[in-house]
C-alpha cells in the first residue's frame, strides 16, 4: 500500500517533499522527533517527561486513570494521566489516514 511508512515513496521521500505536503494541508509548524531504535509500532516514542512539556500540542482535558505497570518504581504511583490526540498519518499524495484512540500519556513512575 502507497501511503504506508515503509513504502518505497516513504522512504525515499526529501524533507522538502515531506514540508511540501504538510503546507498542502495547512500546516503552518512541523515537528520532528528523531525516533529511537525500539520506538516501533509495539512501543511508545518517548517526548517529554511530562504532559506539560507537550502543552502547545493539545486542548483537550487531561485524565486520570489507573496504570498497569510492573516497573520497579510503579509501587510510587498507580496512576497514569492521558489526553486524547486528534492525530492523522498524512502520505506524499495528501491522504490523511486518522490514527484512532490516539492520545499522550504521562506515566508519573
Not at 501511503?3 to 515531506?18: K, V
Not at 525500539?38 to 517526548?47: A, E, L, R, T, V
Not at 512539556?53 to 496512576?79: I, P
Request: hydrophobic share 35%; aromatic share 12%; glycine share 6%.
Amino acid at each position: 500500500m502507497d501511503g504506508t511508512y515503509d513504502s518505497l515513496s516513504a522512504t525515499s521521500a526529501s524533507l522538502a517533499q515531506l514540508v511540501s505536503a504538510f503546507r498542502a494541508k495547512g500546516c503552518s509548524n512541523i515537528y520532528v522527533k528523531k525516533l529511537a531504535a525500539n520506538d516501533n509500532s509495539k512501543n511508545q516514542p518517548y517526548f517529554g517527561s511530562h504532559l506539560t512539556d507537550l502543552s502547545f500540542l493539545y486542548q483537550g482535558e487531561v485524565t486520570a486513570s489507573q496504570s498497569g505497570s510492573v516497573k520497579k518504581d510503579s509501587r510510587k504511583s498507580s496512576v497514569k494521566y492521558q489526553v486524547e490526540f486528534p492525530f492523522n498519518w498524512l502520505d506524499l499524495s495528501g491522504n490523511t489516514y486518522a490514527a484512532p484512540n490516539a492520545k499522550l500519556i504521562y506515566y508519573p513512575q
